[in-house]
């Protein structure tokens, strides 16, 4: 038995009496048999017993003789016959409506079993949501014709939404055909949910779709499946429906920002590769210099401002990398290094031991002070939670629980300024962080001892260095201003007067004309050395800071003020006498400031200058050869971090292009490649609430700027243009990463929102 037939048909009431002439050819109907209708829907069914394929004409024909006939004898001679005296007979369906006939053999034989148990297939592709329908004759219709019924019932089994195998969708022994409707492989039961239209017109689109997989590969239907399934399932994600209009004037910013983006990760790579090359074989550390001093790593330079860097490059660009090599590198720092306590000292490479026998405990504070505050926090605060952020508070405790330099407000760890500003700010972070108040009591330790004693920078100190080194102390009394901000409002209060002296000195005598810093001023003179420092930015991030807080216009006006100067007075500005080093502080402020105050002029100016900086790396990655060069790739990677809008990819590739442009709370992204890539595409958080958990995102030296983050609580929909397609994602899981395929040479556009 299978499914039958159908032929519908309709009535129409007209205004006068019709006649209609008696078919002693038709079936023939008495009251019992009859069916007073006026219209025939899909129980006109018949064929059920026959060969749907050599009788349907006789079926069909069966079919007629049924119609014709009852209407004969509604008209003329039924009961009822006055009731359809002005009807008549206005349309029946010449062409009957198959249900069933042949089933070709795929591959794959789907089964009611499959549908019912949801097994699932590697290669499930258009969804069936219909019932399981099956058709069979009406009982009471064979009561009166036996054999030659022309009425069904219908009996279903419920189903849940199932994919069909693509495997059904072509034959196993014609070797280049392919199957759509009722044709597929499917046994006679499961044929009852697939047969409708509208899953026969998706399995249409899919196998037009695997056809031109053939045409262009070469192939088989059945190769599809063994070669080039994945491509498959790209189309039908695509589908065929009308593409959504791209203006690509609109990813235009986009195109060229993932292009810088992409130059400057490759510099970092070739960076990283470049002095990985000098490590010493035995321990992996790298050296402290390329000449002079190859063979020492030391705290103060070689891992504070290279290694770190080379480890967030890795993080970004190479897991393999970063999971390995520079894990073990920090494992070898640790146990080889560590000499009071947790405190790192000078290692020798030569020796196999520390490159002085002696301790010399200034030279140790100094070294960790500096590889915790501008190489362990930066990577702290991007990796989260991680061994180098265990390593930054074993050797931060250490140092404050051997801090023996006393004061009338508790021991410090130095009476350096250098030192202390570094601590200053890490403590203020570490603290928010942790939530430990410990980190906030030695905080506030310096902070009394400078702007309540008798060592405050403008008004105690006869001068004060605002280049690299003695900047940190102003940048680091402002960060603990914004904590005790929040978390002691009262000291806050008696701060408040000695910090904006301070910022208030440097205002009146440590600018230029534009607004950047000289080196150094004399407190008591106001006199200065002019020449400029690399740092302006870093002592900017200061005065942001208090602006933040307090609302002091002229703090927020100092840094409006020297970025809209830097493009027309100080490009190829010769910064600490044309080092790399000198340009990576230089745009690191600009980068960072900007992520505050935009500024069409500075972002210009930023882009030209990071091309002079790159211009000095050489051939085998190297910048100048000294531990330096970290600094060059942790301004580049701000400055890509910029141009993607805090977006990374996992794998990295360099043939991979990405780049976004962000405009008010929509972001468009562009992706495209050389060669078929599929990875994630992670988006930024906060970081500096879900990692750091401070209140405020003050400005800070050597932070990485939030761009595009995703904030909790919040939905966002990703609209990708490509193929047309929407989804809704969670912050969490755009965090994790979302999946993209870009194919070669075809451009992905999205758009979220």
């Known amino acids: 038995m299978t499914m039958g037939a159908s032929v519908q048909w309709y009535s129409t009431a007209g205004d006068k009496p019709s006649r209609f002439p008696d078919c002693p050819w038709a079936l023939q109907f008495n009251e019992q048999s009859c069916h007073y209708l006026i219209r ?52 029946v369906a010449y062409i009957a409506g198959k249900r069933e006939s042949r089933r070709l053999l795929g591959d794959v034989i789907l089964q009611q079993q499959d549908i019912q148990r949801r097994k699932r297939f590697p290669d499930s592709f258009v969804t069936t949501t219909w019932s399981i329908d099956l058709h069979y004759p009406d ?51 499961a044929l009852g949910t697939v047969r409708v239209m509208r899953t026969g017109g998706m399995i249409g689109e899919l196998i037009g779709m695997a056809a031109s997989l053939c045409n262009k590969h070469n192939t088989t239907p059945r190769g599809v499946y063994e070669k080039h399934l994945a491509r498959l399932k790209q189309l039908a994600r695509n589908g065929i429906g009308k593409p959504a209009r791209i203006d690509e004037d609109a990813f235009q910013q986009a195109v060229e920002n993932g292009r810088l983006a992409n130059e400057g990760f490759i510099h970092c790579r070739d960076f990283v590769n470049g002095w990985l090359r000098y490590a010493d074989p035995k321990t992996g550390l790298i050296p402290r210099n390329i000449k002079r001093d190859k063979d020492i790593w030391n705290a103060q330079d070689s891992a504070a401002d290279n290694y770190p860097f080379m480890v967030l490059t890795a993080a970004i660009i190479d897991r393999q990398l970063f999971d390995g090599r520079m894990r073990n590198i920090l494992r070898a720092e640790t146990r080889l290094t560590s000499r009071v306590g947790h405190l790192p000292d000078t290692y020798s490479f030569s020796k196999r031991d520390f490159h002085e026998s002696r301790v010399n405990m200034g030279r140790i504070i100094f070294g960790s002070s500096e590889y915790i505050k501008d190489g362990l926090l930066p990577l702290t605060e991007w ?15 250490d140092l404050w629980e051997r801090a023996s330099y006393k004061t009338k407000y508790g021991n410090i760890v130095s009476e350096n300024q250098e030192i202390n500003g570094e601590m200053l700010q890490t403590l203020s972070r570490v603290y928010w962080m942790t939530g430990d108040r410990k980190y906030l009591d030695w905080a506030v330790r310096l902070g009394d001892y400078y702007l309540l004693g008798e060592h405050h920078p403008t008004r105690d100190e006869e001068a004060l260095r605002l280049r690299d080194h003695g900047c940190e102390i102003v940048s680091g009394l402002c960060e603990l201003y914004a904590t005790v901000n929040y978390a002691m409002p009262g000291k806050k209060a008696v701060y408040r007067t000695p910090i904006h ?8 005598f440590g600018r230029n004309e534009h607004g950047l810093f000289y080196n150094i001023i004399n407190n008591r003179t106001g006199r200065n050395d002019k020449s400029l420092a690399d740092t302006w930015g870093y002592n900017l991030n200061g005065f942001y800071t208090v602006y933040l807080i307090d609302k002091t216009e002229a703090y927020r006006q100092a840094v409006q003020k020297t970025l809209s100067n830097l493009n027309d007075y100080y490009k190829n500005y010769q910064w600490e006498g044309s080092s790399a080093d000198g340009y990576a502080d230089s745009i690191e402020g600009a980068i960072n400031l900007y992520n505050r105050e935009p500024d069409d002029s500075a ?44 977006l990374t990819i996992r794998p990295w590739r360099d043939d991979v292009i990405f780049g976004a442009v962000q405009e008010g709370d929509v972001l468009r992204i562009s992706i495209s490649s050389n060669r078929r890539w599929q990875g994630k595409l992670l988006f930024d958080t906060q970081r500096h609430k879900t990692i750091m958990k401070l209140p405020l995102d003050w400005p800070r030296i050597n932070q990485f700027p939030e761009w595009f983050t995703v904030e909790q609580n919040k939905q966002y929909m990703v609209q990708d243009l490509t193929s047309n397609t929407r989804k809704s994602y969670t912050p969490q899981q755009l965090a994790e990463g979302i999946t993209i395929s870009v194919q070669s040479g075809v451009p992905e556009y999205l758009i979220v929102q």
């Open 603 to 646: 972002a210009k100016w930023i882009d030209s200058e990071i091309k002079v900086m790159w211009d000095k790396q050489q051939a085998n990655g190297i910048i100048e050869g000294w531990h330096g060069d970290g600094n060059f790739a942790r301004t580049t990677i701000m400055y890509c971090l910029w141009k993607t809008n805090g």
């Open 501 to 508: 002296k301070m910022l208030d000195t440097i205002l009146e």
């Open 139 to 189: 009982p009471k219709n064979s009561k009166y014709f036996p054999g030659e019924e022309f009425r069904s019932i219908a009996k279903y089994a419920r189903i849940k939404p199932y994919p069909i195998p693509y495997r059904c969708l072509y034959s196993r022994n014609i070797s280049n055909l392919l199957m759509a409707g009722r044709c597929i492989s499917v046994t006679h039961v």
């Open 383 to 397: 990796l989260g939670p991680s061994p180098w952020s265990e390593r930054m508070i074993d050797i931060l405790d």
């Open 40 to 91: 025939g829907d899909w129980d006109w069914e018949t064929g059920m017993n026959r060969d749907q394929i050599t009788e349907f004409e006789s079926i069909r024909d069966h079919a007629f003789r049924a119609v014709y006939g009852n209407w004969a004898y509604l008209k003329n001679s039924g009961r009822n016959r006055v009731k359809y005296a002005k009807r008549q007979l206005e349309w």
